[in-house]
Every structure is written in C-alpha cells, then in structure tokens.
C-alpha cells in the first residue's frame, strides 16, 4: 500500500496571546501535517527525534493517538525534547523562541524502505540544519531513487536572514530532489527576493518545475510545465496561523494520495486535477486557523472523508 511519510521537526509549541499562555500543542511542520494526515485515516510515518522525557511522552501518546508510526523517531535520552514559545501579534501570526538541548549525535534512527509511488514531505528548518543534512539528503535521495513523490516546503523564517547565505545552497538543493515545491510568498521573499509568484517560479523552476505559491488572503498560484492558474481564497478572520501553510500542505497530499496522482503526473495536470488538489488544500488551511490547533480538527476530518 502506497505510504506518506514526513521528515522533520518535533517541538511542543506553547502559544502565547497578550502575554498570556493560551495552549501547548505538540508541534513542527512535518508534525502538524501528518497529525492531519493521520486523522483522514490515511497511512503516516513519521522520521524525527524528541527525548525520553515528559514532555516527548506527551508528544509520543499524542502522535500514535492519532494515527502516527512513530517507528522511526529517534527518542533520545541525552538531551530535552524542543520548547517552541510562540508569541501571537494582532494579526495572530507569530513569533518564536526557542529552547534546544540536543544529544551530541542527531537522528540516530534506522530509516523506512521506501516504496515506489510513495510520498515524502520535508521542509523548514529541520530540512537545512547542518548536525542532520546529511542524513536527511541520504535518505531524501534514496527515496527519489525508490520512485517517491517528494513535496518541498522550505518554510523559511526571517529569524534565519543572517544565515541565508550559508543555507539557500541547502535550500536549493532541496528544490531539486523535489516533484512539488510549496511555499509562500513570505518564503521566497526572504530566500530569493522575489515578490511575485511569476519572479519565484522564474528562479524555482531552474531547480523544480512544480511550484505552488501562496499568497494569504491573496490567493494560490500553481505553476507547471503543462499548467498555470491562479485560485482564489475566502478571506477570514483566523484566530491563529500557526499550521496554516503545513495543513495546506496535508490537504495537498490528501488530494493527491486519494487521487492516486504519480509523480510523472505532476508537471502535466490540468486545472481540474489541480483545483481538487488546491481546494482540498486551502479547507485544510483554513480549517487550522479557526482555533489554537496545530492540525485540522477530528470532526473536520470525519467530514473530509465523506
């Protein structure tokens, strides 16, 4: 059966509105998508690290509870699980402090065997951070060599400017062991100085030749070989933005999983392929920014799979 598997983070994010704590939600993009993923009953691994302390039991209960193999998860016993405080302004985006103490050696794991036709998502900080690259990059091109589908989201934080110049070679190379690249326009700002999406998928495409761009209230923008359009979005009032674009991205994956799109298929979709994909996408999103959750909620999800 084909597999979703996620590579990256693990926090516990602690969300603060007006100085004052409103939740604690386990938390990381790759986490928060794959959290959804698992409660539309679709089949989710998760390659990561968090201790073996209170706080990584929580998130380890949390995580198998909703549907989540946690096989290959690192639970290592030298260090902290990852606190992520995350400060909310009036717009409800936020902001992040950190709290690390991570075992001298990263993501000592055995890693799955990928299948063809399976998909990989990876992205944020944890796809550039120099004590895992090289691991990662093993395992990502292993993976394309299997035959996976590779989705790409750089998600990539202004906290990080000051290192850009020693990372975006990560970042590109990223892009080009990917099918599908996502990011918003906040991203390739930062990463490429562009600001519209016809600039990033100029630059993208030299590396990836599947981009989807979003824009907020502004709309989505998907770029392809075969296919360019642009998809409208209600706008709303969120109460938080924290997993918005990491939802949008599970509802990408869901659409194309329940789809059974392929990797070679990508580049040649037309729009109604690609308005179920972004439609599914953008309910996801949507739904994540109606409340303090990192991940769509389980009545949302019941209702998805009718």
Known sequence: MRRIYGIGETVLDIIFKDGQPQAAKAGGSMLN??????????????????????VGNLIDDFLRANGLDTSFVDRYKDGKTVLALAFLNERNDAS?????HFPEKRLSVAFPAIRKDDIV?????????????EKFTAFIIGARAEGAMVLYDPNFRKAHLSELDA??????????????VRGSDEDFANIFGCHTAEEAYSTVSRYCKCMVYTANSKGVVVKTPGYSGRFEVKPITPVSTIGAGDNFNAGMVAAIYRQNL???????????????????AVGFATEVCMSYENYIS???????QQ
């Open 33 to 54: 998508s794959l959290v959804s993923l698992g409660r539309v009953k679709l089949p989710v691994s998760f390659i990561s690290e968090y201790a073996r302390d209170d």
């Open 96 to 100: 992040y402090t950190f709290y690390r």
């Open 121 to 133: 998502m990876c992205g944020s900080i944890f796809a550039i951070t120099p004590e895992v690259r």
């Open 167 to 180: 990372l975006r070679p990560y970042i590109i190379e990223n892009m080009q062991m990917a099918d599908l």
């Open 262 to 280: 392929q990797k070679g298929q990508l580049e040649n979709l037309a729009e109604t392929e690609w308005s179920k994909i972004i439609t599914t």
């Open 298 to 304: 389980e009545e949302f999800a019941k209702g998805s």
